[in-house]
């Protein structure tokens, strides 16, 4: 039994931006998969995202998602960083 597949738009800022290089990502990704999942790809895949793991917050087209927040084909994740200034 083959699992389908979600495509979904990654959008970057702050450190995730400066981790890829780029503003947006899209990647495919099990059914089933969650926002936290999303996040645990993209630290593998750049660990000095890790000190970010709990202080991200997430959006899903255009609203605030918890963690476990199942995604969608066609869905648009924001990782938000925690922002300094003043």
């Known amino acids: 039994m083959s ?11 702050a450190a995730y931006q400066e981790a890829y290089k780029v503003p947006e990502l899209k990647r495919n990704f099990p059914e089933q998969t ?3 999942m999303v996040l ?7 660990p000095e995202l890790e000190k970010w793991h709990d202080l ?13 927040y199942l ?3 066609g869905d648009e994740i ?8 003043g």
Request: zero cysteines; a positive charge; proline letters at 7%.
């Open 3 to 13: 699992q389908s597949s979600i495509t979904v738009t990654l959008k970057l800022f």
């Open 34 to 36: 969650t926002v936290k």
């Open 40 to 46: 645990e790809t993209l630290i593998k895949e750049h």
């Open 56 to 68: 991200t917050r997430f959006g899903v087209n255009f609203q605030f998602v918890e963690p476990h």
């Open 71 to 73: 995604l969608k084909d």
């Open 78 to 85: 924001v990782f938000i960083p925690p922002v300094s200034g």
